[in-house]
């Protein structure tokens, strides 16, 4: 792999999650992202700052975009260098991934005071991530996503984000193949 190849799916990475940073910044935003996910909890600054604290959101999006700063547009960056962004990035993801493990906020505004919450929001979040970003970023390689999974039977009996978000790019997409989805 090259140090460049590295730099990019970090760079990715941060776009994928830049959707969450900008629902962070504002109790009415995240109110908003709650909603879109089937959660109530109001445009809360508490219900805010705690879920950012819990994630660690702010600390981790500050090392990677230091990472990125340290690389981006310097010529001969060594793979070892790119890898360590890179790790920056997945670092992110991760924190997001095992949030799902995490226990409720005993005392917590809700609904982080309830386990329901932290078994399903983080893992649906991340899928509407990423689901978000390939949509408005690489529509062409979400189509092919969306009609792969449906073809495939990936998701069956639980419907993805990407497949919940896509139906109709899906079934545009596919009538230029002469497949259907």
Known sequence: MTAEFLIGLA?????????LEEALESPEAFGVLLLEHGWHGGADAE?????????????LVAVLVDALDEVLGVNGVEVEEAAEVLDAAVELLRALHELTLAAPIAAGPAPLDRPEFWRSFPSDLGQSLLATYLELRRPTLFAAATCAQSCSGIGCGRRSR??????????AGARGFGTTC
Not at 11 to 19: G, K, M, Q, S
Not at 47 to 59: I, S, T
Not at 162 to 171: E, G, K, L, N, W
């Open 11 to 19: 760079r990715t990475l941060r776009e994928v999650v830049r959707p």
């Open 47 to 59: 219900l805010v700052q705690a879920f950012a604290e819990r994630l660690r959101f702010d600390d």
């Open 162 to 171: 990407i497949r919940q978000r896509s139906r109709a790019t899906c079934m």
